[in-house]
Nanobody, 115 residues
Framework: VQLVESGGGLVQPGGSLRLSCAAS????????MSWYRQASGKERELVAS????????NYADSVKGRFTISRDNAMNAVYVEMNSLKPEDTGVYYC?????????WGKGTLVTVSS
């Protein structure tokens, strides 16, 4: 299983970013996919998740209305579109999947929201 995130960077408050996660090594279309984030000195937290077909999504209260998770099962990819970014959105964003008893994580991509 391999999860590779991309798309992070430095953005001003109010700006937007789109993160991508390229997945390989498993039957991507069968699994719920999630994005987590971890700010410096804080615990990792769930940002958003999406069902295997993309028909159901779930968001942390802190990002509802600003972030949109989506997936492309033909491309084995999951995305998160982040709008109206705030400094408190700063952190490392991780792609995540649970397969059987195991959690799999990517290495993360850093998002910094600062003026």
């Amino acid at each position: 299983v391999q999860l590779v995130e991309s798309g992070g960077g430095l953005v001003q408050p109010g700006g937007s970013l789109r993160l991508s996660c390229a997945a390989s090594g498993f039957a991507f279309s069968r699994y719920v996919m999630s994005w987590y984030r971890q700010a410096s000195g804080k615990e990792r937290e769930l940002v958003a998740s999406i069902s295997s077909t993309g028909g159901n999504t779930n968001y942390a209260d802190s990002v509802k209305g600003r972030f949109t998770i989506s997936r492309d099962n033909a491309m084995n990819a999951v995305y998160v579109e982040m709008n109206s970014l705030k400094p408190e959105d700063t952190g490392v964003y991780y792609c995540h999947v649970v397969i059987g008893p195991r959690n799999y994580w990517g290495k993360g991509t850093l998002v910094t929201v600062s003026s």
